[in-house]
């Protein structure tokens, strides 16, 4: 059974940088899209970003786009978000998400999501 581990939250001036990463410790995922979410207190989870497993096609919520990067390493069963210039609304507990019931235009509902990990909190101070 597949467990998302995520990890490299913290804390961060805003126009500053992060790096999440989520291991596949099950690796379940290999052959599936991937993905993060992030959720702030009182609001729902929000899509960041997801990425395709067979062409590598990137997708990203509006208000990242040129700022966040999302990549993986199939072979070492890993994702990651590279967080580039971030603002103190980048604040949140960031997901990683596996295994989208549909296709990618689902891809931000975060129901359509079938496997999660605990989260890591990335707080982004003025």
């Known amino acids: 059974q597949g467990l998302l581990v995520e990890s490299g939250g913290g804390l961060v001036q805003a126009g500053g940088s992060l790096r999440l990463s989520c291991v596949d410790s099950?690796?379940?995922?290999?052959?599936?899209?991937m993905g993060w979410f992030r959720q702030s207190p009182g609001n729902e989870r929000q899509f960041v970003a997801a990425?395709?497993?067979?062409?590598?096609?990137?997708f990203y919520v509006d208000s990242v786009k040129g700022r966040f990067t999302i990549s993986r390493d199939n072979a070492k069963n890993t994702v990651y978000l590279q967080m580039n210039s971030l603002k103190p609304e980048d604040t949140a507990v960031y997901y990683c998400?596996?295994?989208?019931?549909?296709?990618?235009?689902?891809?931000?509902?975060?129901?359509?999501?079938?496997?999660w990990g605990q989260g890591t909190q990335v707080t982004v101070s003025s």
């Open positions: 099950g690796r379940s995922f290999s052959s599936v899209p």
């Open positions: 990425i395709n497993w067979n062409d590598g096609k990137t």
């Open positions: 998400t596996a295994d989208p019931k549909g296709p990618s235009t689902y891809y931000d509902d975060y129901a359509e999501w079938l496997y």
